[in-house]
Nanobody
Framework: QVQLVESGGGLVQPGGSLRLSCAAS????????IGWFRQAPGREREGVAC????????VYAESVKGRFAISRDNAKNTVYLQMNSLKPEDTAVYYC???????????????????WGQGTQVTVSS
């Protein structure tokens, strides 16, 4: 079965950390750029971070720059999102998606994102 599965979400206090995982089955993640996105209630889905296919270069939204880090382990067919110094405004459902962009990657949601995971809830609250 071809799918992406996110894990690692949960409830964390402000200032805490979480590491999200995006594992692929049925296909090889190494052939794609990968993006992490999030959607809070009543808001549009927004790009958080992405990592390119070949060079594993990274791009971050300004709101998470310096706090989040995206990485990939092609041997494990998994992409990670390390989230540090979490804030209440980081609360959202987090999704990973494949990105068909040949060079680079995109933080905007678009037709280049052809596979999505089911999402994992991250709640930052005291």
């Amino acid at each position: 079965q071809v799918q992406l599965v996110e894990s690692g979400g949960g409830l964390v206090q402000p200032g805490g950390s979480l590491r999200l995982s995006c594992a692929a089955s049925g296909f090889t993640l190494a052939g794609y750029a990968i993006g992490w996105f999030r959607q809070a209630p009543g808001r549009e889905r927004e790009g958080v971070a992405c990592i390119t296919r070949i060079s594993s270069s990274t791009v971050y939204a300004e709101s998470v720059k310096g706090r989040f880090a995206i990485s990939r382990d092609n041997a494990k067919n998994t992409v990670y999102l390390q989230m540090n110094s979490l804030k209440p405004e980081d609360t959202a459902v987090y999704y990973c998606a494949t990105d068909q962009t040949s060079y680079g990657c995109a933080l905007r949601v678009g037709p280049q994102n052809d596979r999505w995971g089911q999402g994992t809830q991250v709640t930052v609250s005291s």
